[in-house]
């Protein structure tokens, strides 16, 4: 017959044919040929820039290192997408070591997936995650005519003036942390001119651990003369690297000894570089 089926020895490796011809007189001849049987599917890692848990931006670096055995057939392609149901359909391209890619957009945790294949057509998907935080953190500011700032009727609009006694709690919440805070807990609080107790119990972002989402800086002020008001100003890092700074100024109504205090100005919550970051 010109073929016939045969079951190759079940060990990975370069497995030899041999067979034996023979004519109606007796003659006899041999013919081998070799092929390699690689069952083994590859194995190895991938790593979204580099490994880190954190990013800014969904412009990513993957990095692949994967083998195929001892007696493998080599790896010969690779095919990558942000989830499983697109890379069944994706693209194959020449494996690579390195690859630019771009993960999917908006803040929050992303997967991505590669799948490599050797020469023998066998293949595995591997994985990595990373977060993703392009800095939406924000600082609100409220304001309250109280030196007690669990007791204050904190306002988001925060009027023109109380009735009450000429004392003030400021407050700033920072919120929306989507990596949490820096694992150093990177705050930092200042107020011009100086004079108000930064509220211990209450300002947890002084004493927030490494993750916390969210956070407040509690100030308490008894009346004083200062014309231009007292501007107070926060910056907070979170785990990827972003600075967001924001300040709120407070002035005391002209009025007289038993005048209330009004929220004058405020910033909106922006990044900010390093060199700008204010100072304790």
């Not at 004519?23 to 083994?40: C, E």
């Not at 580099?50 to 690779?78: C, P, R």
């Not at 900010?272 to 100072?279: D, G, K, N, W, Y």
Request: glycine letters at 8%; proline letters at 2%.
């Amino acid at each position: 017959a010109t073929s016939a089926s045969w079951s190759l020895d079940a060990v990975d490796g370069t497995r030899t044919v041999t067979v034996e011809y023979s004519d109606l007189a007796g003659n006899v001849s041999t013919a081998a040929a070799q092929i390699l049987l690689d069952t083994a599917a590859p194995i190895g890692t991938l790593a979204i820039d580099g490994g880190a848990d954190f990013t800014t931006k969904t412009a990513a670096s993957l990095s692949l290192s994967v083998t195929d055995g001892a007696v493998g057939s080599g790896i010969s392609q690779m095919r990558v997408a942000n989830d499983l149901a697109t890379l069944a359909t994706a693209t194959w391209e020449a494996y690579a070591t390195t690859k630019a890619w771009t993960l999917a957009a908006s803040d929050g945790t992303k997967t991505v997936y590669v799948e490599v294949s050797d020469l023998a057509g066998n293949s595995a998907v591997l994985s990595d995650t990373i977060v993703v935080d392009s800095g939406a953190t924000q600082i609100a500011w409220v304001c309250a005519g109280t030196l007690d700032p669990t007791a204050g009727d904190w306002s988001a609009t925060c009027p023109t003036g109380w009735s009450t006694a000429p004392v003030l709690s400021v407050r700033a919440t920072v919120t929306n942390f989507v990596s949490g805070l820096a694992a150093s807990v990177t705050t930092a609080d200042s107020q011009t001119p100086a004079g108000s107790d930064l509220s211990t119990g209450q300002s947890t972002c002084k004493t927030a651990t490494a993750g916390t989402t969210s956070c407040l800086f509690v100030w308490r002020r008894v009346t004083d003369t200062t014309s231009g008001g007292v501007t107070y100003a926060v910056t907070v890092r979170d785990s990827a690297g972003n600075a967001v700074s924001g300040s709120r100024t407070v002035k005391r109504d002209a009025t007289g000894l038993a005048a209330s205090w009004q929220c004058a100005t405020n910033t909106n919550a922006r990044k900010v570089p390093r060199s700008e970051e204010h100072t304790s």
